[in-house]
């Protein structure tokens, strides 16, 4: 058996991925959702480590578990954890299922914009009650 080509997909661990969803021929109905993240860039910017999004899209931004825990170090995670809950709400509410980051320049299906701001938000909340 060959290993799943993960090219589009975004790494979460070492082994964990948030799998593309394809959005072939869906494109041109792609909605710009930077505004809607508002309040999560501080954290997003700290967590574009590997490379820069113009060059390499979400993988220049390390989303494990380890990475965001650093990143969050100089951080409130009292007000990232209520932006994330927002972001959520407005992703959720975006009139398109395709959804677009011009500043992470990255294409993706509303369904996996969702998974990465779950887990956001899981990592926020663990930092939290670690009190790290």
């Known amino acids: 058996m060959t290993e799943r080509n993960r090219q ?9 991925w948030i799998e593309f969803v394809d959005i072939a021929g869906r494109y041109d109905q792609a909605i710009d959702i930077d505004a809607l ?13 590997h490379c820069v ?10 989303f494990t578990r380890t990475g965001i825990a650093t990143a969050l170090l100089e951080l409130d995670r009292a007000q990232l954890h209520a932006a994330c809950s927002a972001a959520k709400v407005a ?17 993706a299906d509303k369904r996996v914009f969702l998974q990465w701001l779950d887990h956001l938000d899981a990592c926020i909340v663990a930092q939290d009650r670690a009190g790290a």
């Open 8 to 16: 589009y997909d975004i790494q979460i661990a070492d082994d964990a």
């Open 91 to 107: 992703v959720t509410a975006a009139a398109s299922d395709v959804l677009t980051s011009a500043t992470m320049n990255h294409f």
């Open 37 to 49: 993240l508002g309040g999560l860039w501080p954290l997003i910017y700290r967590l574009e480590t």
């Open 53 to 62: 999004a113009g060059c390499c899209g979400m993988d220049a931004y390390d």
